[in-house]
């Protein structure tokens, strides 16, 4: 379909009016969290927008906001004050499976807030990565308002554990990506990548950054090292589903995988819902879905362990190239 003239402009009137929505709906519930002594940052969206200024206005689909651990529970709970309620009932989900944000959704006028309970790629305890990044941040108006967004280098990181996390080079998370490598100083990339090592997020850093050309130049110049994690190098590349999941059984103690099997064949009831739309009607759906969860699992097992094991020897292969030396040495023995 050929685009007809006045076309861009009339999505570019859609977008800003979208983005005015949320932006609006951001800076309320930001108020609200302060009201209640919850400090907030802004990840995504308006606190993006900088690197996108004289390009057409870009729609973004929710609002990113992060807290600090210790204020989730709290800061769920002033959502549901203002009409918002989890798009995915977490009740019994352990902590390992938990995403690093959980959707809430306001049906009056169909606003979705992310709301952060930690950042992708980053393994350090979630309360001392809010207290390092949280350090780093800025002022940021949003819908008038007073907000914080990160800082440059936080923000750099960010965005780059955020496309390491999704992977598809085709993805909103790697044009904010290719964004920040145009306009954030390399000096500021090294602060990223020193917070980074802080937080323990370096494979995650270093497989996002490479996602793009300018990344894989920056990241040779950074002296980053070649990633050596298989989740990182997993995510990067979109793997087919389960792949985690075996990494997840391979990492952990034997007593610890019979609980994975476990929880991955029979999760809570609100994870089915979740996973399968159909549950969501009644008893009786719910009940056919935990008949279908092994069954789904059964078939997706097999490309999902050629995909870990893919993943196992690409890492594999660049620790040998990294370390040659020591490898030769350890073979002679």
């Not at 006028?109 to 709301?115: P, R, S, T």
């Not at 306009?183 to 997020?201: G, I, P, T």
């Not at 850093?205 to 050309?213: D, K, N, S, T, V």
């Not at 950074?222 to 391979?250: D, H, K, T, W, Y």
Request: charged share 25%; with cysteine; glycine share 8%.
């Amino acid at each position: 379909m050929i685009d007809q003239p006045g076309d861009s402009a009339k999505a570019a009137v859609r977008a800003t009016v979208w983005n005015i929505r949320i932006d609006a709906a951001a800076a309320e519930a930001l108020a609200a969290l302060a009201q209640e002594g919850i400090d907030a940052i802004v990840l995504k969206g308006p606190a993006l927008s900088d690197w996108y200024a004289g390009e057409p206005p870009r729609t973004y689909e929710d609002a990113d906001i992060w807290v600090s651990p210790q204020h989730l529970e709290r800061a769920g709970a002033v959502l549901q004050r203002l009409g918002y309620a989890p798009k995915q009932d977490e009740r019994g989900l352990p902590q390992w499976w938990q995403e690093h944000a959980g959707s809430w959704v306001r049906e009056s006028d169909g606003v979705a807030i992310d709301l952060h309970r930690r950042l992708q790629g980053a393994r350090a305890p979630a309360a001392l990565v809010w207290e390092l990044l949280s350090g780093e941040r800025e002022p940021l108006s949003l819908g008038g308002r007073p907000a914080q967004r990160l800082g440059g280098a936080a923000r750099a990181l960010y965005v780059t554990l955020h496309a390491a996390h999704d992977g598809d080079r085709g993805t909103q998370a790697v044009r904010h990506l290719e964004r920040a490598l145009t306009h954030v100083s390399e000096a500021e990339w090294r602060r990223a990548a020193e917070l980074a090592e802080a937080v323990d997020a370096r494979d995650a850093f270093a497989a996002g950054i490479r996602l793009c050309a300018r990344g894989e130049e920056l990241a040779v110049r950074l002296g980053l090292p070649q990633n050596s994690s298989v989740e990182a190098e997993i995510r990067a590349n979109i793997a087919p589903p389960v792949a985690l999941g075996f990494e997840q059984l391979a990492g952990a103690r034997a007593g610890a995988r019979i609980e994975i099997l476990l929880r991955k064949l029979f999760p809570p009831p609100g994870f089915i819902r979740h996973w399968w739309a159909p549950a969501q009607r009644n008893a009786a759906l719910l009940a056919l879905g935990y008949l279908y969860r092994p069954l789904w699992l059964a078939r997706h097992a097999p490309r999902g362990y050629r995909a870990w094991r893919a993943a196992h020897r690409t890492v594999e292969a660049q620790r040998r190239a990294a370390d040659p030396p020591a490898r030769s040495e350890s073979s002679s023995r």
